[in-house]
């Protein structure tokens, strides 16, 4: 395999930032968080990605997360040329909307009820409209590293004080959006009562909803503990909080069942992403019938999309569906990512390398650190940035294609073979032992 950096990189970063803000569509991709070019992708194939020039690199990304078959899987892709000889767009309903949602249903006991989007962003924000016209209240909680897209009243951080008002991450958010946004640490239970204490008590709640990603992995990957979840859910029970999971990352990727069946919670709600269209731009949010009913056209939260439950995506979708769904599945992909996990542990003991590791079925993430596996966004923050730059930066020489940052999780898919798997373990072996000399 010729594997090294494509010098036309250059080239094609400076093209595209010509009329591209930042040359990218989607900030990550521009590796600000690890310095350096951008490969530029011209195609893919099972576990690997191709540049411009035909160097193959082995692919943990996946999308950030859809690939879960690899790339161009060959029953998708002929459902996705099916479909699309069949005409892009109706406008209209379709049967595939229907096979899908049944799916989702069946396969997630806590939805009963699933609207399409055509990404997550739509799905969380869309979320949250329904559980403010559900409840009649403003105010919403989310946790620090936990990341549900872009819109307004999402982009924003904890104050000065923990219950504070939150401030905009971003120019552009009224501060009249983000103050109806709490912000509390990740995985912390004592936060989770000192906020129920003041917005939803004996007086009343002006807590409309909980948004949480139930294993972040936008803060690498960071598994919370079952108290955490059991003490949410009940605060939310108690006060009538409407709890919403944010599986955009996680569902049908740690398991058949999400998150929400590893740690046995029913969400009130719950937010999906990219898997579900196989690659093609889909979200959708569902959860229990009685808040989902609020929804246009049966209630009076308004929701909609063009483009929603896009028939290639739904056609696409059904494909993927019909594979994730044989026997043993996501137990092949767990065992990979321990075996990939267990020989890059070796390695970095073998060479003196502190790191640290989670998993659960095909999602997983590596910290550089001696310290204990991270448990909040401010464990993670303090992981080494500047090892991991230099090993992102050392494994795509050799041909790996991590995210390239240190606050994302990595994705194992079918595709990837042991051969695959072999390779990025000696390619590991090599970078730890020049970070180590360097
Ligand atoms: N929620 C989570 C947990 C995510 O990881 C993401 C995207 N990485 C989103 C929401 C937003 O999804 P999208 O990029 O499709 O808008």
Request: charged share 20%; net charge negative; proline share 5%.
């Given at each position: 395999m010729k594997t090294h950096h494509n010098p036309k990189n250059n080239q094609l970063f400076l093209q595209a930032k010509k009329h591209i803000p930042g040359g990218v569509n989607s900030p990550v991709r521009a590796f600000a968080g690890v310095g350096g070019t951008p490969i530029f992708i011209h195609r893919a194939k099972g576990s690997k990605l191709f540049d411009t020039e035909n160097n193959a690199y082995i692919d943990y990304v996946g999308s950030w997360g859809p690939m879960i078959l690899g790339h161009a899987y060959p029953p998708i892709i002929e459902a996705v040329q099916q479909a699309a000889a069949d005409g892009l767009s109706f406008g209209a309903p379709t049967p595939f909307e229907t096979t899908i949602a049944d799916k989702i249903c069946e396969l997630i006991p806590s939805v009963e009820l699933v609207r399409m989007t055509n990404s997550g962003t739509e799905a969380t924000m869309s979320a949250i409209?329904?559980?403010?016209?559900?409840?009649?209240?403003?105010?919403?909680?989310?946790?620090?590293?936990?990341?549900?897209?872009?819109?307004?009243?999402?982009?924003?951080?904890?104050?000065?004080?923990?219950l504070d008002i939150g401030e905009p991450t971003s120019k552009g958010v009224p501060s009249d959006f983000a103050k109806h946004t709490i912000t509390l640490p990740y995985n912390d239970i004592d936060a989770l009562h000192a906020c129920f204490n003041k917005f939803a008590n004996e007086q009343g709640s002006e807590l409309a909803c909980v948004i949480v990603e139930p294993i972040a992995g936008n803060m690498n990957m960071v598994i919370p503990s079952q108290d955490f979840h059991d003490t949410l859910r009940q605060l939310c029970?108690?006060?009538?909080?409407?709890?919403?999971?944010?599986?955009?990352?996680?569902?049908f990727r740690v398991g058949l069942g999400g998150a929400q069946t590893h740690f046995g919670i029913t969400p009130d709600l719950t937010c999906f992403g990219k898997i579900i269209g196989a690659g093609l731009p889909v979200g959708a949010f569902g959860g229990k019938r009685a808040i989902m009913e609020c929804v246009a056209p049966l209630g009076g939260v308004y929701q909609a999309?063009?483009?929603?439950?896009?028939?290639l995506a739904m056609r696409a979708g059904i494909a993927m569906f019909d594979s994730l769904t044989k026997d043993g599945f996501y137990q092949q992909l767990a065992d990979k990512v321990d075996y990939l996990l267990n020989g890059i542990h070796q390695v970095a003991d073998k060479h003196g390398i502190a790191i640290r590791s989670n998993r659960l079925g095909g999602m997983f993430g590596l910290f550089f650190t001696d310290n204990n596996i991270p448990q909040n966004f401010d464990d993670v923050s303090k992981t080494d940035n500047q090892a991991f730059a230099q090993f992102f930066h050392g494994m795509l020489d050799n041909g790996i294609y991590l995210a390239p940052s240190a606050f994302e999780a990595a994705f194992m898919s079918s595709a990837h073979s042991m051969q695959d798997l072999d390779a990025t373990i000696l390619a590991a072996d090599k970078v730890f032992a020049d970070m180590k000399s360097a």
């Amino acid at each position: 395999m010729k594997t090294h950096h494509n010098p036309k990189n250059n080239q094609l970063f400076l093209q595209a930032k010509k009329h591209i803000p930042g040359g990218v569509n989607s900030p990550v991709r521009a590796f600000a968080g690890v310095g350096g070019t951008p490969i530029f992708i011209h195609r893919a194939k099972g576990s690997k990605l191709f540049d411009t020039e035909n160097n193959a690199y082995i692919d943990y990304v996946g999308s950030w997360g859809p690939m879960i078959l690899g790339h161009a899987y060959p029953p998708i892709i002929e459902a996705v040329q099916q479909a699309a000889a069949d005409g892009l767009s109706f406008g209209a309903p379709t049967p595939f909307e229907t096979t899908i949602a049944d799916k989702i249903c069946e396969l997630i006991p806590s939805v009963e009820l699933v609207r399409m989007t055509n990404s997550g962003t739509e799905a969380t924000m869309s979320a949250i409209r329904l559980a403010r016209g559900y409840t009649g209240r403003d105010k919403i909680v989310k946790f620090e590293g936990c990341y549900h897209g872009h819109s307004d009243g999402l982009l924003v951080k904890a104050g000065s004080g923990m219950l504070d008002i939150g401030e905009p991450t971003s120019k552009g958010v009224p501060s009249d959006f983000a103050k109806h946004t709490i912000t509390l640490p990740y995985n912390d239970i004592d936060a989770l009562h000192a906020c129920f204490n003041k917005f939803a008590n004996e007086q009343g709640s002006e807590l409309a909803c909980v948004i949480v990603e139930p294993i972040a992995g936008n803060m690498n990957m960071v598994i919370p503990s079952q108290d955490f979840h059991d003490t949410l859910r009940q605060l939310c029970d108690e006060h009538g909080v409407v709890l919403i999971f944010d599986e955009v990352m996680t569902g049908f990727r740690v398991g058949l069942g999400g998150a929400q069946t590893h740690f046995g919670i029913t969400p009130d709600l719950t937010c999906f992403g990219k898997i579900i269209g196989a690659g093609l731009p889909v979200g959708a949010f569902g959860g229990k019938r009685a808040i989902m009913e609020c929804v246009a056209p049966l209630g009076g939260v308004y929701q909609a999309g063009t483009l929603s439950g896009n028939p290639l995506a739904m056609r696409a979708g059904i494909a993927m569906f019909d594979s994730l769904t044989k026997d043993g599945f996501y137990q092949q992909l767990a065992d990979k990512v321990d075996y990939l996990l267990n020989g890059i542990h070796q390695v970095a003991d073998k060479h003196g390398i502190a790191i640290r590791s989670n998993r659960l079925g095909g999602m997983f993430g590596l910290f550089f650190t001696d310290n204990n596996i991270p448990q909040n966004f401010d464990d993670v923050s303090k992981t080494d940035n500047q090892a991991f730059a230099q090993f992102f930066h050392g494994m795509l020489d050799n041909g790996i294609y991590l995210a390239p940052s240190a606050f994302e999780a990595a994705f194992m898919s079918s595709a990837h073979s042991m051969q695959d798997l072999d390779a990025t373990i000696l390619a590991a072996d090599k970078v730890f032992a020049d970070m180590k000399s360097a």
